[in-house]
């Protein structure tokens, strides 16, 4: 067991080392290196120009390794946007590349169990299938756990909710060690953006209560959670620029090969509506669940304030 | 010998079409779709004529061998009787009695004149193979799944993840009844009274009955060897054997060869039944005045009747009314009214749980047909599952590109209930789930935006009715009684990204 597991580090780390050297951009490399003996904290990671998995391992590398958010044994949970029973291509759900990456790198850091879920819009067999990310989960031996019975939820209260006060969540989030938050950039006719905040109410069970209740408000009021992300990965491999959540044909989806990460929700979302906005005009106060969550204290909306680092690969 | 052959194939078939009407997470091939095609009833309203020809060939050879082995409900008589030998300390004895010829022959020109005027409902509480499909998706498929949800509990309490949960609450509480009935009382008569349903009641059974009197093989005396013991009479649960005048009425035979194990002479036998030697094999039939004039006197008028009618019956209530919906192939109310027998089949087997047994929704002749509803979910854009398995062409298949222009109602948006419109409040949940954009999120005030429809691009596919969040819905669908073909949505402008910069 553990020489498979030596084997498939001693992989990625040559995959990493592959990835930089192909692009031939060996400077990022000193770049790291720099980060990592000033010691620095970097607060937020743009990635761009690469496949889905390479982005995030190089993100990853920056923000420290996976070694800083799973511990050995840890049993964590990824919660991908798997909302539509739509392929890849349409950018309706995550990228299932990126969820496999980001499995694989669970179990190199010691992870004993990896855990994949979403509240899914659509029947839940159908997206977990043709979004392609049970298979590439399964592949890097997570369980894929359905998400479409009340009863996998249970009732937690949100003290620091302005209007959700308490909420059904998804027993996954609850008993793992961690969690890690993997939205997909889209457009949304309702809360004009879905990225990591909106993304919080796939672990909710009765979602109608947040569309009857100030929808933007309690996107905010649900990533108030005790339970808090580790990591918010904002898949940006291919971008929904219209007709979201869903979008209808291919002509909806633009390519943009990009990655944001974070342990700030409202900073990586904030930085990932801007970086929507050179595609699509989206004004900042037009998606107000940044604003609503940052006068709740779960992050900011000044980037400047932020370590961030910009990567193209 | 031959007994063991038919309960053998009796056994496989009834098992995999059981299994097949309770598998609600598609672990069994579609391949067992046919076990279903192959049911007179489906076969003949969906035109197989594959199927058909088959079916009659197989009984003018071998006899009633469908109501024994390819039959559900026959079978279902079957395992009846058997546990009900466990449970009796004196053998049942059965005892010829006489074929009640006017009550079948009634019943099934009843059926058929129902049928043809309009009112399909008879045949389908009496077709053995959809009262069957009945009983199994509203009685036995909730214990299925309760089943399955305990052995959930199991795996996943040692973090074993091979089962999920399903819902095993109940439908609808008619077809419950009407299941339990069913279950009920052919259940009884087969604990009671052998094969009576087939034998009386079962139109399937009288049309195989009566081909079956000219089957090439049949269950022959050899009145040589017989010493009329009675020991076969004792032992037909279909009451054909008069073992005193040593004679069978092939019409009620269902080849279920307990006659044979029976006999201790080898007096009775299945074999070809045209000898051309001088042996005897069946007196000749007396001819039946009576019963030749009262079939073609009921033929004749089934032909007349809803020709004089034509025009009166149209089954589709008031356009005012709320439209029920049908789901997608079944072309609307009418078409499928004229196919479906309320076998279930796609009921059980909608991802979606939204097809739903009819109380009134479609008047008292569309009782039990599959009606779709929004409480519970909505129709996936991409499947086509209940096109796929409808055995009797009441659905008739699709594939995902038809659907998605296939339009079975329109949607209708009540601003004046929205949320956003009137609670000034962002929800766009409609939206959200519209696969067509026929419902579309337009600015408003400020960030706000408020629903739009355009009714053309429309599949009433219900993701807009089902997630509404409001109480009264202020957005559903209105079915079309007769489907209709949607326009194709316009699609986004395509848009390149320039890799400059990440714009923060």
Redesign the interface.
């Known amino acids: 067991m553990m020489d498979r597991r030596k084997f498939l580090s001693a992989l990625a780390v040559a995959g990493v080392a592959a990835t930089i050297k192909v692009n031939g951009a060996m400077h990022l490399m000193s770049q790291s290196l720099d980060n990592s003996t000033s010691g620095t904290p970097v607060d937020l990671v743009?990635v761009?120009?690469g496949e889905p998995g390479a982005m995030f391992k190089r993100a990853l590398a920056e923000m420290g390794g996976m070694n800083k958010f799973v511990k050995p044994g840890y049993k964590v949970c990824i919660k991908p946007n798997i909302g539509w029973?739509k392929s890849p291509e349409f950018a309706a759900n995550a990228n299932p590349e990126l969820i496999g990456e980001i499995v694989k790198q669970c179990f190199d850091a010691g992870a004993s169990?990896v855990l994949v879920f979403d509240n899914t819009?659509?029947?839940w067999?159908?997206c977990y299938q043709?979004s392609g990310i049970e298979k590439a989960a399964k592949d890097a031996g997570a369980?894929?756990?359905?998400g479409?019975?009340e009863?996998?939820y249970r009732n937690v209260s949100i003290p620091k909710g302005k209007i959700l006060k308490e909420a059904k969540i998804h027993q996954a989030i609850l008993d793992s060690d961690i969690w890690i938050n993997v939205p997909v950039l889209k457009h949304?006719?309702?809360?004009?953006l879905s990225i990591s905040m909106k993304n919080h109410m796939g672990i909710v069970w009765d979602?109608?209560?947040f569309?009857?209740?100030?929808?933007?408000?309690c996107i905010a009021d649900i990533c108030t959670l005790d339970k808090k992300p580790v990591l918010n990965v904002v898949d940006a491999y291919r971008?929904l620029?219209?007709?979201g959540?869903?979008g209808?044909?291919e002509?909806?989806v633009?390519?943009?090969?990009?990655l944001f990460m974070s342990q700030d929700i409202v900073a990586v979302d904030?930085?990932a509506a801007?970086?929507?906005?050179?595609?699509?005009e989206m004004?900042l106060?037009?998606v107000?669940h940044l604003a609503n969550g940052q006068s709740l204290n779960i992050g900011t909306m000044n980037?400047e304030s932020l370590n961030?680092k910009?990567i193209k690969l | 010998m031959l007994k063991k052959i038919r309960v053998g194939f009796a056994t496989l078939f009834f098992t995999l079409i059981t299994l097949y009407f309770l598998d609600f997470a598609e672990l069994l091939p579609d391949q067992l779709n046919f076990l279903t095609q192959i049911q007179l009833v489906p076969a003949i309203l969906s035109l197989s004529i594959v199927w058909i020809v088959s079916l009659v060939i197989l009984a003018l050879v071998f006899g009633r061998i469908y109501c024994s082995v390819i039959c559900p409900m026959g079978v279902y008589q079957d395992v009846v009787g058997r546990v009900a030998r466990l449970f009796r300390k004196k053998k049942k004895r059965f005892r010829y009695r006489k074929a009640m010829t006017i009550l079948r022959w009634s019943v099934v020109v009843i059926v058929l004149v129902a049928f043809l005027l309009g009112i399909p409902v008879l045949l389908g509480l009496l077709d053995p193979y959809s009262a069957y499909g009945r009983m199994i998706v509203s009685v036995f498929r909730p214990i299925y799944i309760l089943g399955n949800n305990l052995l959930e509990a199991i795996f996943t309490s040692f973090d074993n993840y091979t089962f999920y949960r399903a819902d095993a609450s109940i439908l609808s509480v008619s077809a419950l009844i009407i299941g339990l009935l069913t279950l009920i009382t052919i259940g009884y008569l087969a604990w009671k009274h052998g094969r009576t349903y087939c034998d009386t009641i079962c139109p399937v059974g009288t049309v195989l009955g009566f081909l079956s009197k000219y089957s090439l093989f049949r269950v022959i005396f050899d009145h040589g060897k017989c010493n009329s013991c009675t020991l076969c009479e004792l032992n037909c649960k279909a009451y054909c054997i008069d073992s005193k005048a040593q004679e069978i009425d092939h019409s009620r035979c269902v080849t279920c060869f307990n006659c044979i194990e029976s006999c201790n002479r080898n007096a009775i036998s299945y074999k070809f039944a045209y000898r051309t030697s001088s042996e005897k094999v069946a007196k000749p039939d007396v001819i039946d005045e009576g019963k030749r004039k009262f079939l073609s006197t009921t033929l004749l008028s089934t032909v007349a009747i809803p020709a004089t009618m034509a025009g009166k019956v149209t089954g589709v209530k008031d356009a005012n009314k709320h439209t029920p919906l049908t789901p997608p192939g079944s072309k609307g109310i009418k078409h499928l009214k004229d196919h479906c027998t309320s076998c279930h089949l796609c009921v059980s087997k909608c991802p979606a749980d939204i097809l739903e047994p009819a109380f009134a929704e479609y008047g008292l002749s569309g009782f039990m047909m599959p009606t779709m509803k929004f409480q519970n979910g909505f129709c996936n854009y991409d499947c086509i599952i209940c096109s796929e398995v409808c055995p009797t062409g009441a659905i008739q298949p699709l594939t995902v590109d038809e659907k998605h222009l296939t339009q079975v109602g329109k949607i209708i948006l009540d601003l004046d209930h929205c949320i956003a419109y009137r609670d000034e409040t962002h929800c766009g949940a409609c939206a959200e789930h519209c696969p067509t954009q026929a419902v579309t999120m337009i600015p408003h005030k400020g960030a706000l935006t408020i629903p739009t429809t355009d009714q053309s691009i429309c599949i009433g596919c219900g993701g807009c009715e089902y997630i509404c969040p409001e109480t009264g819905k202020a957005i559903y669908i209105e079915g079309n009684a007769e489907h209709q073909e949607a326009e194709m949505f316009e699609e986004a402008e395509k848009k390149e990204f320039d890799f400059g910069g990440f714009g923060f």
């Open positions: 743009a761009m120009g029973d169990e819009c659509d029947d067999r159908q043709n369980n894929m756990i359905p479409h019975q009863s996998y949304h006719g309702g809360a004009r979602r109608r209560f569309h009857s209740n100030d929808l933007q408000q971008t620029k219209s007709n959540p869903r209808k044909s002509s909806d633009v390519l943009t090969k990009s904030t930085a801007k970086f929507f906005s050179q595609i699509e004004p106060d037009h107000e980037l961030v910009r």
